[in-house]
């Protein structure tokens, strides 16, 4: 379905940012394709969860494209999911199945699409680790087909192209125990709360964390924890996290975390890279 002048911050985890002039709700792979055919010249984003993206409060000229595919199938050899399913019920259909490797992923509030993009990971497990193919179409609505070993996937980032859109992904089945993969779950969620906001309008991660280093210790030490711009704070509890405390802007989460930069920077000398993706 297309639609003009969409609110994007109900769509992310900030919850701020303008609207989307062109906005498409993919409901099916046909009409993906039929909308990159009619687009392929305009740079488009793809939109997943929104839980790692700062949208600016201006918005974007650029079509934005979120997936409405949440299809979960089971062969021989394989768990084959389509892009826009949500991490967490992919972590449950597997545990469900009595299968190992995704228990991480119910902490990840993000989808598999997004997930595979980003080469999300926690705990020491990335989205990566069992994946055998991904399925995906281009700029010019072909739908295509990587194996795993086709794509690089690092700390955090994938060599994926930004204009491909990610429909499906096929990964390995590890049995183990229905048990212990609810244990490991419920263990990574306590983790999960022990150690990070929860249930508050963050995006995770604002840094990544540079090589040596942890980046909420740099900015600990350069002394940005529970600092403030308008109405964006770093997190008291995990000063990685930028937190939208109710009335902030797009602008000031980006100024503060500009700052955080900035005071890093000079303290310690690294210069923080961003995970979260500004738009
Ligand atoms: C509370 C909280 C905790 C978090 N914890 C973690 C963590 O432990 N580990 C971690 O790695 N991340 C974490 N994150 C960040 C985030 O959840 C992940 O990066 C997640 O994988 C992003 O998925 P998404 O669907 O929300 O993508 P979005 O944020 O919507 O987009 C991120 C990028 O992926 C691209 N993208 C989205 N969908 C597709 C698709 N179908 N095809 C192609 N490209 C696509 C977008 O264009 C964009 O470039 C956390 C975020 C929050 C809010």
Same mark, same amino acid.
Not at 91 to 115: R, W
Not at 255 to 273: A, N, R, Y
């Given at each position: 379905?297309?639609?003009?002048?969409?609110?994007?911050?109900?769509?992310?985890?900030?919850?701020?940012?303008?609207?989307?002039?062109?906005?498409?709700?993919?409901?099916?792979?046909?009409? !993906?394709?039929?909308?990159?055919?009619?687009?392929?010249?305009?740079?488009?984003?793809?939109?997943?969860?929104?839980?790692?993206?700062?949208?600016?409060?201006?918005?974007?000229?650029?079509?934005?494209?979120?997936?409405?595919?949440?299809?979960?199938?089971?062969?021989?050899?394989?768990?084959?999911?389509?892009?826009?399913?949500?991490? =967490?019920?992919?972590?449950?259909?597997?545990?469900? !199945?009595?299968?190992?490797?995704?228990?991480?992923?119910?902490?990840?509030?993000?989808?598999?699409?997004?997930?595979?993009?980003?080469?999300?990971?926690?705990?020491?497990?990335?989205?990566?680790?069992?994946?055998?193919?991904?399925?995906?179409?281009?700029?010019?609505?072909?739908?295509?087909?990587? =194996?795993?070993?086709?794509?690089?996937?690092?700390? =955090?980032?994938?060599?994926?192209? =930004?204009?491909?859109?990610?429909?499906?992904?096929?990964?390995?089945?590890?049995?183990?125990?229905?048990?212990?993969?609810?244990?490991?779950?419920?263990?990574?969620?306590?983790?999960?709360?022990?150690?990070?906001?929860?249930?508050?309008?963050?995006?995770?991660?604002?840094?990544?964390?540079?090589?040596?280093h942890k980046a909420w210790e740099l900015i600990d030490q350069s002394g940005c924890r529970?600092?403030?711009?308008?109405?964006?704070?770093?997190?008291?509890?995990?000063c990685?996290?930028?937190?939208?405390?109710?009335?902030?802007?797009?602008?000031?989460?980006?100024?503060?975390?500009?700052?955080v930069?900035?005071k890093v920077l000079k303290t310690t000398g690294v210069?923080?890279?961003?995970?979260?993706?500004?738009?």
């Amino acid at each position: 379905m297309l639609k003009h002048h969409v609110p994007l911050a109900p769509l992310t985890w900030f919850q701020v940012g303008g609207t989307a002039n062109t906005f498409l709700k993919a409901e099916t792979t046909e009409e !993906l394709v039929y909308f990159l055919k009619q687009y392929k010249k305009q740079d488009y984003f793809v939109l997943g969860a929104g839980s790692n993206v700062l949208i600016s409060d201006a918005g974007t000229s650029r079509p934005v494209i979120k997936l409405h595919l949440h299809n979960f199938d089971i062969t021989h050899e394989s768990i084959i999911v389509d892009g826009g399913m949500l991490d =967490r019920t992919l972590s449950l259909e597997m545990a469900q !199945l009595g299968l190992s490797g995704f228990e991480f992923l119910s902490t990840i509030p993000g989808t598999v699409g997004g997930g595979i993009f980003m080469n999300a990971g926690a705990y020491g497990h990335e989205i990566s680790d069992h994946l055998q193919w991904i399925e995906y179409v281009n700029r010019d609505g072909d739908i295509q087909r990587l =194996r795993q070993d086709q794509i690089k996937f690092s700390y =955090r980032t994938s060599s994926l192209p =930004r204009d491909f859109v990610i429909i499906k992904a096929a990964f390995e089945k590890r049995p183990l125990s229905k048990n212990l993969v609810f244990e490991k779950m419920a263990d990574y969620q306590k983790k999960r709360e022990e150690s990070q906001p929860v249930r508050v309008k963050t995006g995770g991660s604002t840094f990544k964390n540079p090589p040596y280093h942890k980046a909420w210790e740099l900015i600990d030490q350069s002394g940005c924890r529970g600092m403030m711009c308008g109405g964006a704070k770093v997190s008291e509890k995990h000063c990685n996290f930028l937190i939208n405390t109710g009335h902030a802007t797009a602008d000031d989460l980006k100024t503060l975390g500009t700052i955080v930069q900035e005071k890093v920077l000079k303290t310690t000398g690294v210069l923080l890279e961003w995970e979260i993706i500004c738009i």
